[in-house]
């Protein structure tokens, strides 16, 4: 639809452009599922939408929390931090309070012919597929070189925007690089010389104590800084210590412990125990 590709793939592929990797999914939700789908729902008279979502919502002091599903494993706050007051009150999320175990065990004894599905772990409405490819249907190829920590020359690739930070499949750096034979990682993507920077094992240039955010989004209300909780980088990632500051509208998170592959375009999310305070999106890092 028209809202998919305005609001979603437009920013998805221009994030690439700008050798980013942006989060399509947490989007997907804000913008579609709990935007133009509840709008629907509630325009034919719905009093809520009800999601398969591994999540929990509740409601304390007048206001709508969300709190990490109970399912460790499946937890998807992560990609839900966008959502708002609003949303939370109109919308349901009946599989957090239960594990996925359990979950499979009610769809097998209703019948359902999913029960055994094997999980989805595609891109948003893009689904399971050869990402490189795709992207290459809309973004062109640029080639440019990849380069180790000293600068020496390993191959080509054919633009920054098909890789990604931490990134290990797809690089197919065969012998002959490097001191021994570990896996290669991307360290980093090089705009301006258009190089791409990778490193083998776990190159100190993989890890960053800090970074800086744009455009944060709190669930209830702007918390006092500076504040100390817990962030996670990426989806299924441990919840990591840390203390986050405002400075000019941009936040800063110093964590206790240097995280690796911090991914600018991706989002970062907080946390206090259970509850998901809300999140921003990643621009810099440092270590």
């Known amino acids: 639809s028209s809202d998919y590709w305005d609001d979603v793939f437009e920013h998805f592929l221009q994030e690439h452009k700008k050798g980013r990797t942006p ?51 499946k937890d998807q706050s992560y990609f839900l931090h966008l959502l708002n007051q609003h949303q939370l009150s109109k919308s349901l999320f009946p599989l957090g309070e239960i594990n996925k175990d359990e979950v499979r065990k009610i769809a097998t004894e209703n019948g359902f012919v ?118 996670k980088i990426r989806y299924r990632q441990a919840s990591q210590d840390c203390t986050i500051s405002e400075q000019d509208g941009e936040i800063k998170v110093k964590f206790d412990q240097p995280q690796r592959a911090i991914t600018p375009g991706q989002s970062v999310v907080f946390y206090a125990q259970d509850v998901c305070l809300g999140g921003a999106i990643i621009e810099t890092r440092k270590t």
């Open 23 to 73: 989060n399509p999914d947490v989007l997907c939700n804000q913008k579609i599922k709990f935007k133009a789908f509840l709008d629907y729902a509630l325009h034919l008279g719905a009093d809520k939408i009800s999601t398969g979502h591994y999540a929990r919502i509740t409601q304390e002091n007048g206001l709508f929390q969300l709190k990490v599903g109970l399912d460790d494993n």
């Open 114 to 231: 999913t029960a055994n599905k094997k999980d989805s772990t595609g891109i948003c409405f893009i689904g399971e597929r050869n990402f490189s490819e795709f992207l290459q249907t809309y973004l062109p190829t640029q080639q440019g070189d990849i380069v180790d920590e000293n600068g020496q020359f390993i191959k080509h690739h054919q633009g920054l925007a098909f890789y990604t930070i931490g990134q290990r499949k797809g690089l197919e750096i065969g012998g002959g690089f490097g001191a021994s034979g570990a896996p290669w990682f991307v360290a980093d993507k090089r705009l301006e010389s258009n190089e791409l920077l990778v490193v083998q094992s776990d190159s100190s240039l993989l890890y960053h104590q800090s970074l800086s955010a744009s455009n944060p989004h709190w669930i209830t209300a702007t918390p006092t800084f500076p504040l100390k909780c817990m962030a």
